[in-house]
């Protein structure tokens, strides 16, 4: 029938013990962004056009960004 359960069991957890060490090495190097100013992005807009922060916003509004995951999708 195949393999033991168990074996397939330990090289999974495995797997996972050598990769999550990888997985946080990249993650601390990230420079830290949360806090700072960012002008210069653009983003989708529900009426599907590109919203550029620093030419329609910067200095005129204030802004508050949300995201809705799977928000206008069937679950």
């Known amino acids: 029938m195949g393999k033991n359960p168990v074996l397939k069991f330990v090289c999974l957890l495995l797997l996972i ?7 946080n090495a990249r993650a601390g190097s990230a420079e830290e962004i949360i806090g700072h100013e960012v002008l210069y992005f653009t983003l989708p807009s529900t009426e599907d056009r590109a919203i550029n922060y620093l030419d329609e916003y910067y200095g005129k509004h204030y802004l508050i960004m949300t995201f809705f995951p799977a928000a206008f999708t069937p679950v």
């Not at 013990?17 to 997985?23: A, N």
């Open 17 to 23: 013990l050598l990769v999550i060490p990888f997985s």
